[in-house]
C-alpha cells in the first residue's frame, strides 16, 4: 500500500475512476454496453471508497500535494478525513443503487447520460476530498454543470423553466464564493518552499485560509457571501424555491442525486470552509441562520402536508430534513455536529429509496398525483412492504437509522435554546402527518383505473430497496462506526472556537 500511495491514493482514484469512465461513456454506441459499464464502474468505486476506510486516517486531512498553478499558489491537494471519507462512501454507496435502481429505464443518447452521470459523480468526489479553496471551486462548478444538462435535455414538460431557474440560483451562488475566495486568497501570507525561495505571494490552500486573523467586520461581510452560495445548494430557507421544480422536471437519476447527495454539498461546504474560517461571524449569526433554518423546517413541512405531487411531497421534506442539520450545525454543539455527520449519510439513502418507489409509481401509473392513486398494497405488497420501512425511517422511527442522528441534532439544539428546539419539533408531528396520509392514500384503500394493473417491482429494484431497508436497521441498532468515523473531525471544527 506504500508503494501504491507513492503514485496515487485513494482520493485521487475516487475522483479520477468516474472522471475517466465518463469520458469513456461518450465514446460507447450501445445502450446495454454504456449501462453495464458505468454499473460497474460505480460498483469498483464503491470497492475503492470502503477499502480506503482501512487506509486512510480519521484525524489528518492526508494531503497528497500536487502542483497546479505554481505561480498563484494553487494546488492540485486532496486527503481525507472523517467528514471527507464519510461523503466519499455516501457518494460512493448512492451511484450503484441509482444505476441499479434505474437499469431498466431508457435514455434517448444513452451514453452522453451516462457520461454526464459519472462526471457529476467525479465532480462530488473532488468537492468532498479537496483541501485547496479553488480546486474546491473547479469541483463545486464540475458537479453541477452536468446535472444542468441532464436536467434540461432528459426532464419534463417543463424542464427549460425549472432549469434555467436552478441556474440562475446556482450561478448567482457561486459567483458571490467567487468573490469571498478572492479576498481570502489576496489576505493570505506568501508561500516558500524548503530552500527558502519564494514560491507565490499567496495561497489557496486549506492551511493558508484557516491560518487566516481576519477581524470581525470583514469576518462578517465574507460570511454572507459563502453563506449563500452553500445555502442555495443545501437548500436553506429562503434560498430553496430552485429545488422542487427542478426535483420535480429532473429525471430520476439526476433528482436522486441531487437530494441524495448533491444537497450535501452545503453542509460538507459548510463545515469544511464556512465555521472554520469564519468562527467569530459564525457566533454573530448563529441565531439568524438557525431562525432561518427551522422556519424553513416548518414552512416546508407544512406545504409538504398540502401537496397532491408525489415528487413535490419528498422534495418539501426533504428541505425540513435539510435546515434540521443546518440548525444543528450552528448551534455549535459536540452532540449536534455529530447528529448532523450520521444524518447526512442516512438522508442520502433514505431520500434515495423515496425516489425510486416514486419513479416506479409514476412509470407505471403515468401520474403522481396522491389523490389520483391507491390500493397499490393489494397489488404490489413487497414494493409497499419495503416503502413503508423506508417512510417511517426517515421521519426518524426509533431503531431506524434517522432516529440516532435526528435525536442528537435535537440533543444539540436544547442544548442551544430550548423553545427553537420546541419550534423545530413541530416539524416532527407534521412529517408524521404527510407520511402517514401518503402512505394511507396511495398503497392502501381500493384500486382504481389507474392502479388496477399494477405489478411488483423487479428484481432489481427488489435487491436495492433491500438493500436500502438492511442499511436502515443496520445503521438504527448500531451507529457507533459513523461516530468513530468522524469524532476527531468535529473536535477539530470545535477547536476553532476556544
Not at 482520493?11 to 468516474?18: G, K
Not at 413541530?426 to 384503500?445: N, R, W
Request: hydrophobic share 55%.
Amino acid at each position: 500500500m506504500d508503494k501504491l500511495s507513492a503514485w496515487v491514493t485513494f482520493p485521487d482514484l475516487l475522483i479520477w475512476l468516474p472522471l475517466v469512465a465518463g469520458l469513456v461513456s461518450f465514446t460507447l454506441q450501445k445502450e446495454k454496453q454504456v449501462k453495464l459499464w458505468s454499473l460497474a464502474i460505480s460498483v469498483i468505486i464503491m470497492v475503492v471508497s470502503v477499502t480506503s476506510l482501512f487506509y486512510t486516517n480519521n484525524h489528518a486531512l492526508n494531503a497528497a500535494p500536487w502542483k497546479w498553478i505554481t505561480s498563484l499558489g494553487a494546488g492540485y491537494t486532496i486527503g481525507l478525513d472523517g467528514l471527507g471519507r464519510i461523503l466519499t462512501l455516501l457518494t460512493a454507496v448512492a451511484f450503484p443503487l441509482i444505476f441499479g435502481s434505474t437499469y431498466r429505464n431508457t435514455y434517448k443518447d444513452s451514453n452522453v447520460f451516462y457520461g454526464l452521470m459519472l462526471l457529476t459523480q467525479a465532480g462530488l468526489m473532488g468537492v468532498f476530498c479537496t483541501l485547496d479553496v479553488l480546486a474546491f471551486y473547479f469541483f463545486w462548478e464540475l458537479a453541477l454543470i452536468p446535472v444542468y444538462f441532464l436536467c434540461s435535455r432528459w426532464g419534463g414538460e417543463k424542464r427549460i423553466a425549472a432549469t434555467f431557474k436552478f441556474f440562475i440560483y446556482t450561478f448567482t451562488g457561486s459567483l458571490l464564493m467567487l468573490v469571498g475566495i478572492i479576498y481570502l486568497y489576496l489576505q493570505t501570507a506568501p508561500v516558500y518552499d524548503n530552500a527558502g525561495t519564494l514560491i507565490s505571494q499567496h495561497s489557496f490552500s486549506i492551511s493558508s485560509m484557516y491560518a487566516l486573523h481576519l477581524t470581525g467586520h470583514q469576518q462578517n461581510w465574507l460570511f454572507w457571501l459563502f453563506f449563500i452560495a452553500f445555502a442555495i445548494k443545501m437548500p436553506v430557507f429562503p434560498f430553496h424555491t430552485w429545488q422542487p421544480d427542478t426535483y420535480e422536471q429532473a429525471p430520476a437519476a439526476a433528482t436522486m442525486v441531487l437530494s441524495g447527495v448533491m444537497v450535501k454539498m452545503g453542509i460538507f461546504a459548510v463545515l469544511r470552509w464556512l465555521i472554520p474560517v469564519f468562527p467569530l461571524a459564525t457566533i454573530q449569526f448563529e441565531y439568524v441562520v438557525i431562525g432561518l433554518s427551522v422556519f424553513g423546517m416548518l414552512y416546508a413541512s407544512l406545504i409538504a402536508m398540502r401537496q397532491d405531487d408525489l415528487k413535490r411531497l419528498v422534495a418539501y421534506a426533504s428541505i425540513a430534513h435539510i435546515g434540521l442539520m443546518c440548525a444543528a450545525i450552528f448551534s455549535i454543539t459536540q452532540v449536534g455536529m455529530k447528529g448532523v455527520m450520521i444524518q447526512m449519510f442516512s438522508h442520502g439513502i433514505n431520500i434515495i429509496g423515496m425516489w425510486i418507489v416514486v419513479d416506479h409509481i409514476e412509470k407505471q401509473t403515468g401520474v403522481r398525483k396522491i389523490s389520483q392513486l391507491g390500493g397499490i398494497a393489494r397489488r404490489a405488497p413487497v414494493l409497499t412492504l419495503l416503502l413503508v420501512v423506508i417512510a417511517l425511517a426517515n421521519i426518524a422511527l426509533p431503531l431506524t437509522n434517522a432516529f440516532t442522528g435526528e435525536f442528537m441534532m435535537f440533543s444539540g439544539l436544547f442544548k442551544f435554546n430550548i423553545w427553537v428546539t420546541a419550534a423545530a419539533g413541530l416539524s416532527i408531528i407534521f412529517a408524521a402527518v404527510y407520511t402517514l396520509k401518503m402512505i394511507q392514500q396511495v398503497f392502501y384503500g381500493e384500486t382504481n383505473v389507474l392502479t388496477d394493473g399494477f405489478s411488483e417491482i423487479g428484481w432489481r429494484e427488489k435487491t436495492v430497496l433491500s438493500l436500502i431497508v438492511a442499511f436502515i436497521f443496520v445503521m438504527g441498532v448500531f451507529p457507533q462506526p459513523v461516530f468513530d468515523l468522524t469524532r476527531d473531525t468535529v473536535t477539530t471544527i470545535l477547536t476553532r472556537f476556544k
